[in-house]
């Protein structure tokens, strides 16, 4: 499964990391995504991450103030968001992603199905 | 880039009830489209992928449909642990877009 680390409180113009730690398959044979949701809002999807290639696919939304990197001697994942804004008060979640090496898929394998548990993210001054 | 809409935004049904929920891409996206449940407090949780395969564990009263831009999920009958905002995602390409969620709740 998928764990990730504990809520973070942060100013705006900072930078916060979250991490997401993967256990019980193998790591490099799958990428990362990941997804946040603002309170009352819905599901929006971050960018992704190859597990084996370390290849990255950032929605455009978040293109230049979004990092994903992965460490796989430890089998986890980061994603470090930067210029923090008060609307990027959110529960961060990394999902398990069926791209292992490019950022399409050829067949429509199971898409996002572990999930971690959520990060609570606030930005306040 | 595609986008994704879902209807209804909200409904409200009876327990036993067939519910059905809609999703539309702007572009053609052939089968590549997901399902989720989503509690509040919770994970989000896949029910669906490739438009209308179940995934293991997910009880049989729900079911997708479609192929190209529209897509259906079915809730053969409305039990109350299914209160919850159900969002389709397409996965066709690099950007794997969530619609903006249908919000189902128990007359």
């Known amino acids: 499964h998928l764990v990730q680390s504990g809520a973070e409180v942060k100013k705006p113009g900072a930078s916060v990391r979250v991490s997401c730690k993967a256990s ?16 009352g809002q819905g599901l929006e999807w971050m960018g992704w991450i190859s597990g084996y290639t370390r290849n990255t696919h950032y929605a455009q939304n978040f293109q230049g103030r979004v990092t994903m990197t992965t460490d796989t001697s430890t089998n986890t994942a980061y994603m470090e968001l930067r210029s923090l804004r008060s609307d990027d008060t959110a529960v961060y979640y990394c999902a398990r992603d ?28 | 880039d595609i986008q994704m809409t879902q209807s209804p935004s909200s409904l409200s049904a009876s327990v036993g009830d067939r519910v059905t929920i809609t999703c539309r891409a702007s572009q053609g996206i052939s089968n590549y489209l997901a399902w989720y449940q989503k509690k509040p407090g919770k994970v989000p949780e896949l029910l669906i992928y490739a438009a209308s395969t179940l995934q293991s564990g997910v009880p049989s009263r729900f079911s ?20 919850a905002t159900y969002y389709c995602q397409k ?3 690099a950007s794997f877009t969530f619609g903006p969620g249908t919000k189902v709740d128990i007359k």
């Not at chain 1, 398959?25 to 946040?36: A, C, E, H, L, P």
């Not at chain 1, 959520?118 to 930005?123: A, C, L, S």
């Open chain 2, 91 to 93: 996965y066709n390409s």
């Open chain 1, 24 to 39: 019980g398959y193998t790591f490099t044979s799958y990428g990362i995504s990941w997804v946040r949701q603002a309170p």
């Open chain 1, 98 to 125: 069926p791209r292992m090496l490019d950022d399409f898929l050829t067949v429509p394998t199971p898409a996002f199905d572990i999930w971690g548990q959520g990060t609570m993210v606030i930005v306040s001054s």
């Open chain 2, 64 to 83: 997708g449909s479609g192929s190209g831009t529209d897509f259906t999920l079915t809730i053969s009958s409305l039990q109350p642990e299914d209160v």
